[in-house]
């Protein structure tokens, strides 16, 4: 009878693999005629993987870690074993999607006051500091309005890869509640991620001063001033005060 190694597959409940992380990928043979006898080579499209001697139990199992998120389009070849003693064959393809690398937001601001500039700042974390380090862009926004975008820039600190941020939103946000989206777009080895979020902008409160009676000599122009607590939005400049006769 033809031996016919089945497709490589994840063990069953292993789930997706990720990025950096080492997965067992079995290849059967059936029959189990070829037993203990030869080799079976694994590959991903046309990149030879590896391979792995056949057991007693007539499957062979190649631990690799992939180095890139994607769908991987994985074969098995059997080589017949020493001196072709079985036909080789080849299995039929699987397609495998390997997961990116996992990373979260630490946010360290959410509201600004009215007038003053909003900055989201915050940092992008992962809890692995193996190489490599992610790359990819930070980006926020408000709707379909981009606000600020900035490359992530991370370094390694107790454990940790960890990017800090700064971004930019607006000068002109009116008082109230902002729905924000913080996006990174991944890399090769880093999935995307996003987060929704809502950003306070909180009202300034208009105080004024009462002026004491002032005495002054008769004929004399006397200045009287009562400045406001809530000076005019950012880059205007201030009304002229006006002089009491």
């Known amino acids: 009878p033809g031996v016919r190694p089945g497709p490589a597959a994840v063990p069953v409940g292993a789930g997706a693999p990720v990025v950096g992380s080492p997965v067992a990928r ?4 059936s029959p189990a005629g070829p037993a203990g006898r030869g080799q079976v080579l694994s590959y991903d499209g046309t990149h030879r993987l590896g391979s792995a001697n056949v057991s007693s139990d007539a499957t062979a199992t190649l631990t690799t870690t992939f180095t890139a ?3 991987r389009t994985l074969t098995a070849v059997y080589d017949g074993g020493f001196g072709l003693f079985f036909p080789p064959i080849t299995s039929l393809p699987l397609d495998l999607t390997v997961d990116g690398r996992p990373l ?3 946010l360290h601001s959410s509201g600004s006051q009215y007038g003053d500039a909003a900055v989201l700042r915050g940092s992008l974390a992962s809890f692995d500091a ?11 926004s408000e709707g379909n309005h981009l606000l600020d975008a900035i490359a992530a820039d991370p370094v390694v600190s107790g454990g940790l890869t960890i990017a800090q941020f700064a971004l930019r939103l607006s000068d002109e946000f009116e008082p109230g509640m902002h729905t924000l989206v913080l996006a990174y777009n991944g890399d090769a080895a880093f999935a995307p991620l996003s987060q929704t979020l809502s950003w306070t902008v909180r009202p300034r409160t208009t105080t004024t001063t009462r002026i004491a009676p002032t005495f002054a000599v008769a004929g004399q122009h006397v200045l ?3 400045p406001l607590k809530d000076p005019p939005r950012r880059n205007h400049p ?3 005060r006006p002089l009491a006769a």
């Not at 079995?26 to 043979?29: Q, S």
């Open 238 to 240: 201030d009304p002229p």
């Open 69 to 71: 998120r994607g769908v």
């Open 224 to 226: 009287l001033q009562a």
């Open 130 to 140: 193996t190489a490599p380090r992610f790359g990819g862009t930070l980006l926020v």
């Open 104 to 106: 979260l937001f630490i």
């Open 26 to 29: 079995p290849a059967a043979l």
